[in-house]
T-cell receptor, first 110, second 116 residues
Framework: SQQGEEDPQALSIQEGENATMNCSYK?????LQWYRQNSGRGLVHLIL?????REKHSGRLRVTLDTSKKSSSLLITASRAADTASYFC??????????FGAGTTVTVRA | GAVVSQHPSRVICKSGTSVKIECRSL??????MFWYRQFPKKSLMLMAT?????????EQGVEKDKFLINHASLTLSTLTVTSAHPEDSSFYIC????????????FGPGTRLTVL
């Protein structure tokens, strides 16, 4: 069943701006992962944050996790046109069965 | 990174026919593979979990006789959509989890199925 809920559903920003999207979930998790999907393509794994971690960085990506609020955020800094894609959070509730959020569609305008 | 391939990438078939989709882990052994379905502009929905050498575990609401899954080796899982109908048209994505104990899943590029 789908656990993660994301907002906003869609985001349009100017190149160079930051993009922030949020994910909320309902049950306890082992880890939370963020993926990117370009239109009509498969998923690209971006970052995994474990339940005992609060923040993680990877290049221009910054992910936070607040297990008390059951929420996570993904920040993309200095966005580029190539960042245009759909972004999904996925929760892993200890059994490796990922439950995906509805996704946030990000459009970066040149 | 680990690579997962899917074949075919796109298939169009007539209603009533069966379609087989292959998912291969190219450079690692995958003890567990997962099959997802994605409708346009929607999220991925887990259909089933496939473990090498054993029967697949299907999620609630997924017909196991409709979506046959075989995981015959550590590098190959197949999904067969039997007697396909237009409502089965969707984007099917597989993922594979390696044997190293890592939490990461590696996703295939997806297969676009269109049933006429």
């Amino acid at each position: 069943s789908q656990q993660g809920e994301e907002d906003p559903q869609a985001l349009s920003i100017q190149e160079g701006e930051n993009a922030t999207m949020n994910c909320s979930y309902k049950t306890s998790i082992n880890n939370l992962q963020w993926y990117r999907q370009n239109s009509g393509r498969g998923l690209v794994h971006l970052i995994l944050i474990r339940s005992n971690e609060r923040e993680k960085h990877s290049g221009r990506l910054r992910v936070t996790l607040d297990t008390s609020k059951k929420s996570s955020s993904l920040l993309i800094t200095a966005s580029r046109a190539a960042d245009t894609a759909s972004y999904f959070c996925a929760t892993d509730p200890h059994d490796y069965k990922l439950s995906f959020g509805a996704g946030t569609t990000v459009t970066v305008r040149a | 990174g680990a690579v997962v391939s899917q074949h075919p990438s796109r298939v169009i078939c007539k209603s009533g026919t069966s379609v087989k989709i292959e998912c291969r882990s190219l450079d690692f052994q995958a003890t567990t593979m997962f099959w997802y379905r994605q409708f346009p502009k929607k999220s991925l929905m887990l259909m089933a979990t496939s473990n090498e050498g054993s029967k697949a575990t299907y999620e609630q609401g997924v017909e196991k006789d409709k979506f046959l899954i075989n995981h015959a080796s550590l590098t190959l899982s197949t999904l067969t959509v039997t007697s396909a109908h237009p409502e089965d048209s969707s984007f099917y994505i597989c993922s594979a989890r390696g044997t190293s104990g890592s939490n990461e899943q590696f996703f295939g590029p997806g297969t676009r199925l269109t049933v006429l």
